[in-house]
């Protein structure tokens, strides 16, 4: 009798240690996730299937902060003297009227919607349709083409439901996702997957900086909600890769931090203000590590300064590697670049970043990008502003700015106020992509450059 009190005893401290185990931790990490980051709140999802997780909350708030985008685009068409002959003037020209349709987000409760540049391009007339039917002409606020978002403003007779921005820096690879959106005019539709990747550049050319999901998009969720399971706005669908044109496993936003500031630009100012720390620099990897004698194999390696810029006046050197940016770990360029993208010029940045083998950190005060310049091997470059697109008919290149060459130097009054198009059969978008694109050559090797004359003449040379 007295063995089994003992066993008895012993089962019974033993529950009732566990139970007790089991309420300390248990009920501590449930009341810390309610005031931690919003990321904590799913390590508690860890391990388990998509059917244990409650996507109807999120889906059930985002479908009524997404609306269906129409594009309405008025061209002439060229007149036919034959098929006029014939057909009389049936056959003669006129105007058409092209409709795309698309995705949008409501971001305000008085009617300022987010897309993607790409839905409204070259839109006569705009009409937004919301979830519950209503629909309402559309202005068009402002525009950032080079990260494919658009501001659009309606005017409705009530308050509108709109989606909240989470953090897209605090999201993590593998966090379930819900991707909202109008695909192939079914409206209302909600998409479930996870961040497959972050800080993605699909062009190489260390810019962009996508989230990539497996939320099934197609075409007409551009423009549309990519929200985590809380239902908070963490990234703007733009783009699929398919060689079909239909989503084939794989789907990227532009990050909401990204798209929050530039709104935010758009509505302050009415044009996005770009900050800029002045470097020239390239990404590490086992290759350059080797030639430059470094441990790391992972930043962003300085190849060069530029004059007057913040990163000067900070005292930051040719190379030095950049490994962090505030709080956040720089791994490759476009991790880079995805973080100063969200800041303005005069926004001070602490930058990390080991110097002959030391860890140091630096306060740099961001520059305004068009008060910086960049020389190509004697020839001075700017950014094209509109004036020079339209003058060109062009939507890409970087603009000469003078010539200091000597070999050049006979041509300057041609090449001068002319457009850099490409570089090594590359398409220049901008300064950023110069620096990409001659980040990954040796100082002595050659560059095939083509451009437009001051004149409007297509020239190629080698440089």
């Given at each position: 009798?007295?063995?089994?009190?003992?066993?008895?005893?012993?089962?019974?401290?033993?529950?009732?240690?566990?139970?007790?185990?089991?309420?300390?931790?248990?009920?501590?990490?449930?009341?810390?996730?309610?005031?931690?980051?919003?990321?904590?709140?799913?390590?508690?999802?860890?391990?388990?299937?998509?059917e244990?997780?409650?996507?109807?909350v999120?889906?059930?708030n985002?479908?009524?902060?997404?609306?269906?985008v129409k594009?309405?685009?008025?061209?002439?068409?060229?007149?036919?003297?034959?098929?006029?002959?014939f057909?009389g003037?049936q056959?003669?020209?006129?105007?058409?009227?092209?409709v795309?349709?698309?995705?949008?987000?409501?971001?305000?409760?008085?009617?300022?919607i987010?897309?993607?540049?790409?839905?409204?391009?070259?839109?006569?007339?705009?009409?937004?349709?919301?979830?519950?039917?209503?629909?309402?002409?559309?202005?068009?606020?402002?525009?950032?083409?080079?990260?494919?978002?658009?501001?659009?403003?309606?005017?409705a007779?009530?308050?509108?439901?709109?989606?909240?921005?989470?953090?897209?820096?605090?999201?993590?690879?593998?966090?379930?996702?819900?991707?909202?959106?109008?695909?192939?005019?079914?409206?209302?539709?909600?998409?479930?997957?996870?961040?497959?990747?972050?800080?993605?550049?699909?062009?190489?050319?260390?810019?962009?900086?996508?989230?990539?999901?497996?939320?099934?998009?197609?075409p007409?969720?551009?423009?549309?909600?990519?929200?985590?399971?809380?239902?908070?706005?963490i990234?703007?669908?733009?783009?699929?890769s398919?060689?079909?044109?239909?989503?084939?496993?794989?789907?990227?936003?532009?990050?909401?931090?990204?798209?929050?500031?530039?709104?935010?630009?758009?509505?302050?100012?009415?044009?996005?203000?770009?900050?800029?720390l002045?470097?020239?620099?390239?990404?590490?990897?086992?290759?350059?590590?080797?030639?430059?004698?470094?441990k790391?194999?992972?930043g962003?390696?300085i190849?060069?300064?530029?004059?007057?810029s913040?990163?000067?006046?900070?005292?930051?050197?040719?190379?030095?590697?950049?490994?962090?940016?505030d709080?956040?770990?720089?791994?490759?360029?476009?991790?880079?670049?995805?973080?100063i993208?969200?800041?303005?010029?005069?926004?001070?940045?602490?930058?990390?970043?080991?110097?002959?083998?030391?860890?140091?950190?630096?306060?740099?005060?961001?520059?305004?990008?068009?008060?910086?310049?960049?020389?190509?091997?004697?020839?001075?470059?700017?950014?094209?502003?509109?004036?020079?697109?339209?003058?060109?008919?062009?939507?890409?290149?970087?603009?000469?700015?003078?010539?200091?060459?000597?070999?050049?130097?006979?041509?300057?009054?041609?090449?001068?106020?002319?457009?850099?198009?490409?570089?090594?059969?590359?398409?220049?978008?901008?300064?950023?992509?110069?620096?990409?694109?001659?980040?990954?050559?040796?100082?002595?090797?050659?560059?095939?450059?083509?451009m437009?004359?001051?004149?409007?003449?297509?020239?190629?040379?080698?440089?």
């Amino acid at each position: 009798m007295k063995k089994f009190a003992s066993l008895f005893f012993v089962s019974l401290l033993s529950g009732a240690t566990t139970l007790g185990a089991y309420k300390l931790f248990m009920e501590e990490g449930s009341s810390k996730s309610k005031l931690s980051v919003a990321t904590e709140n799913f390590s508690k999802n860890v391990g388990l299937s998509a059917e244990a997780v409650d996507f109807t909350v999120a889906a059930e708030n985002a479908v009524h902060h997404v609306v269906h985008v129409k594009n309405m685009t008025v061209y002439n068409v060229p007149s036919n003297p034959m098929m006029e002959f014939f057909y009389g003037t049936q056959g003669g020209g006129g105007q058409q009227t092209q409709v795309g349709t698309g995705s949008g987000v409501i971001i305000s409760e008085d009617g300022y919607i987010v897309t993607n540049n790409h839905v409204i391009k070259d839109a006569t007339q705009l009409e937004i349709t919301l979830n519950n039917n209503k629909t309402y002409k559309a202005k068009l606020i402002g525009t950032d083409s080079k990260m494919d978002i658009a501001l659009l403003k309606i005017d409705a007779n009530e308050k509108l439901p709109y989606a909240t921005f989470g953090n897209s820096d605090t999201i993590k690879v593998g966090e379930w996702v819900l991707a909202v959106g109008n695909p192939y005019n079914l409206t209302s539709t909600v998409t479930a997957g996870i961040v497959s990747a972050k800080a993605r550049d699909l062009n190489n050319t260390g810019i962009q900086s996508f989230i990539q999901t497996d939320a099934a998009v197609n075409p007409g969720n551009s423009g549309g909600a990519l929200v985590n399971t809380r239902g908070e706005l963490i990234g703007i669908n733009t783009m699929i890769s398919s060689q079909t044109g239909s989503y084939v496993g794989y789907s990227f936003a532009v990050p909401s931090n990204l798209a929050r500031k530039i709104v935010e630009d758009l509505m302050e100012f009415g044009n996005v203000q770009r900050g800029i720390l002045g470097i020239e620099a390239g990404e590490l990897n086992s290759a350059t590590s080797k030639e430059y004698g470094f441990k790391e194999t992972t930043g962003v390696l300085i190849g060069k300064v530029s004059k007057n810029s913040g990163a000067e006046s900070a005292g930051l050197r040719k190379n030095d590697i950049i490994t962090k940016l505030d709080e956040k770990s720089i791994l490759s360029f476009a991790d880079l670049t995805s973080y100063i993208n969200t800041k303005r010029p005069n926004d001070a940045v602490n930058v990390g970043i080991i110097r002959d083998g030391k860890n140091m950190s630096v306060s740099v005060k961001l520059s305004k990008k068009e008060m910086i310049n960049y020389e190509l091997k004697g020839i001075e470059l700017e950014d094209l502003d509109n004036v020079d697109m339209k003058r060109f008919r062009i939507d890409y290149g970087v603009k000469v700015k003078d010539i200091t060459n000597e070999e050049l130097a006979e041509y300057a009054d041609q090449l001068k106020g002319g457009v850099i198009l490409k570089i090594d059969n590359i398409k220049v978008n901008d300064i950023e992509t110069v620096n990409k694109i001659l980040a990954k050559k040796g100082e002595n090797q050659r560059s095939q450059i083509e451009m437009l004359t001051v004149n409007g003449q297509l020239l190629r040379f080698l440089l």
